[in-house]
């Protein structure tokens, strides 16, 4: 098998389809594979490590995974898949016409004079909002870093005041866009935000329980190459030494496990670890940030917002079969969390550890936050199964967020 699988991976190398300037992704295609035996699902494993491929979904096991594929390497990895008794289909055609039409809808819908929820933004407008918004007296903005090219990153406090006896609230620590191209967690955050601070009387109860602080863009310098540039780009943008290729994996990147699971020393994978923990200055500005905040309130929570798959993952993620001593807490919040979600729109979500749900991941910064001591951490993974993917049509984009909200409210169960 692993001579298949060298020459599979050398013969997708030469290949592989390099697109100069601006990547246009006709004629890829998304491909779900399942992996119902354990040498099927190895094989998946080593093939996510390869980076010529682009591993839309975490590899899987007794279920489906999704990998983009050129047209150049569609056939081989077809005969691969055959070879090992695999079964797969095309879930999504032609993805070049799927973003051809996103950019049409987005286009029509977008405003130039105002942040709307209709249409996805560009990082120069999201930030011009919320400069606006930070005269609002719920809302205290902050820079807790910048990326590589130097873009701010920007932290919304929302709080309607301390307690009556004095004391700081506990903090609901939300951050998204890891993964620069999972547009709606980054729309999803800024819509929190909005409908927090436009409808304070409506949230006043978990107002009076606790501060919010959301990061709505942790990675600014990919998030505008996905606008740019490569649609479907995943890491940083920072410059490795010694390699032409650019970034690190953000979520591989913290310091917990880093260089475990699920992760590469090759600059040019999909999932780099970076060349060490906290690597990339919008991993150590996330890090800082929140153990500034421990070092003068309880941090009751910590989510962090991906795409997709509709999933409430839970620590521990960096291997399978771990867990930590409050799981089965953890675990009954979690369902309960995703039976508020599924009152809203009707749409279903799975709550379960992370590794036992899809595979060991090391340097996540939700197992960090956990091992922090953060004890309610959860990464949603919010819409949809596949269907579009990372290109959810901006229509989407409300009813995903009002969702996450109302399975991010339950929380409030869970404090006196």
Sequence with gaps: MKLLILYFIVSVTVVAAKEIGVRTYAGYDVLSVRADSPSQFELLKQLVLNEELDFWTSPKYQDVTDIMVSPEQKDLIIALFSSHGMKWSVKISDVGRIIRDQKTENSLLESETKMTWTAYHRYTEIVKWLESISTNPLVTLTVI??????????????????????????????????????????ASATWIINEIISNPTKYESILSKFDFFIVP???????????????????????????????CDPNRNFAFHFGGEGTSSNPCSEVYKGENAFSEPETAAVSVAIKKLQSERVVHAYFTLHSYGQLWLLSWGYTRGAY?????????WGKSSVEAIKGVHGQSYIAGQAADLLYGVGGASD????????????????????????????SQIIPTAEEIWGGIQFLETTIN
């Design 145 to 186: 870093g910048k990326s590589s090219e130097a873009r701010e990153i920007h932290q919304v406090q929302i709080s309607s005041g301390r307690k009556e006896n004095g004391e700081l609230k506990p903090a609901i620590f939300i951050d998204a866009l890891f993964h620069a191209r999972e547009w709606v967690s980054g």
């Design 217 to 247: 863009m942790v990675n600014p310098d990919g998030y505008e190459f996905s606008h740019t540039s490569q649609r479907f780009w995943r890491k940083t943008r920072s410059k490795n030494s010694g390699s032409s290729c650019y970034g």
């Design 324 to 332: 930590p001593p409050d799981f089965a807490e953890l675990l009954k």
């Design 367 to 394: 197992d960090w936050a956990k091992n922090e001591g953060i004890k309610y951490v959860a990464t949603l993974e919010v819409r949809d199964r596949g269907a579009y993917g990372f290109a959810l049509p901006p």
